[in-house]
């Protein structure tokens, strides 16, 4: 059976590039799983989703807790420990990496079992809407990286997938898609089939119970326009952004502009502050901050 996972951030097709990849891989005669995994209102936080591909009957089920192919589709993820984007990886893995760094920086880096192979981004020159096609890019290198994938599937696929978006869209993702696919080559089938999996030994999952707000009588839902500030969207978070202001080099631009929900605000002294009532917990400022002065804090622990 083929285990793949796919990580990313909420709206960059995480979700699309596994569907993508198990049509094609449907269309090839496999028995397909495919599932994201992810919160309401969640664009920018790290999700990510699975597909599991076999000649026969799928009978496992739940999330894959050892890759044959990792596809990250955000490179500022990897070193991200909330992300999970390197658990279960081991040295019959392969993992694939969309971004600037080369396959062997990764390696000495973060020391990455496993084969590690890079997926180079658009340049930094090319419009920023490039970024929209990273799903799609990542879902036609690791339909070749599979090697039971042909070209055809995968545009079928992605023909089946993407039509309703209207032809501009689809002939864009087409293009990402199948120029990857083709980037790929030298590394076609790469990926094998991992081995059948036993249930002995499983261990639940560690649930994170969020607490409840007492309220004398039922509240209505907040739907109307430019509400936002009222929904204090801080209550889903499990992990919390903290800043050590004796590390902060006050370049906030950086944290600022990368937060997805511009929840960090910029006091008159130059110090960034979080808006705890509407961090969602995306841990964006956490990858991108430079001197590493913005740690990630479980809510447990800060409320002990």
Known sequence: MYRIRFHGRGGQGVKTASQILSSALFLEGFEVQDAPRYG??????????YVRA????????????????????????VTVAAAGVLQGVD???????????SAESWKSRVRIPGTVIALPAPDRGAARAEAAFAGARCAGAAARLLGAVNRASLERALKAELEALGAGVLGLNLEHALAAF?????????????APMSAAGYAAPEWIRMPLDEVAVAAPDIRAPATSAISQTGLWRALRPV?????????????????????????????????????KGCMVCVAVCPPHAIQAVPERQEAA
Request: charged share 25%.
């Open 40 to 49: 309401a209102e969640r664009r920018g936080a790290p999700i990510f989703a």
């Open 54 to 77: 076999d000649r026969a009957t799928i009978h496992e089920r739940g999330v894959i807790a050892r890759p044959d192919l990792a596809v990250v589709v955000d490179e500022t993820l």
């Open 91 to 101: 040295a019959d893995t392969v993992t694939l990496i969309h971004g600037d760094a």
């Open 182 to 194: 083709d980037g790929m080559a030298p590394h076609a089938g790469l990926v094998h089939e991992g």
């Open 243 to 279: 800043i050590d202001h004796g590390l902060c080099k006050r370049c906030n631009w950086i944290c600022g502009t990368y937060c997805p929900d511009s929840a960090i605000r910029v006091e008159q002294d130059g110090r960034p502050a979080i808006d705890y009532d509407h961090c």
